[in-house]
């Protein structure tokens, strides 16, 4: 398969990608950022998903659908995780983090 067949859920990984890059970036520069952490981490693990499964999709991997369910299942996580704070980047990235889990699972199956 080419890469352009996956584009929509290549964007929308790359789009979560740099929100969960953001989120982690601002959670750090919160005054409670030890409250933050569980958020952070998940941030970078799912950006860090992102990234691979794109990259999957990207090449033509025939892994790509075994790669972006598991992409889907971290979106999920952290979408749960930013869901619990009141930040408007965690807001975003808990929107993005959902739209990318869509993407991921409707492109796997």
């Known amino acids: 398969m080419t890469h352009e067949q996956f584009q929509s859920c290549i964007s929308a990984c790359d789009a979560c990608a740099l929100a969960c890059g953001h989120c982690a970036g601002s959670c750090l520069a919160e005054d409670g950022v ?15 998903a992102c990234h691979f499964a794109s990259a999957a999709m990207a090449r033509g991997s025939s892994e790509a659908a075994t790669i972006c369910r598991m992409c889907a299942d ?18 975003d990235c808990a929107a993005s983090c959902r739209a990318c889990a869509k993407a991921c699972r409707a492109m796997a199956s």
């Not at 971290?74 to 807001?91: T, V």
């Open 34 to 48: 030890a409250d933050m952490t569980r958020c952070i981490k998940l941030d970078i693990d799912c950006a860090a």
């Open 74 to 91: 971290i979106c999920d996580a952290c979408a749960a995780e930013c869901e619990k704070h009141e930040a408007q980047h965690c807001k």
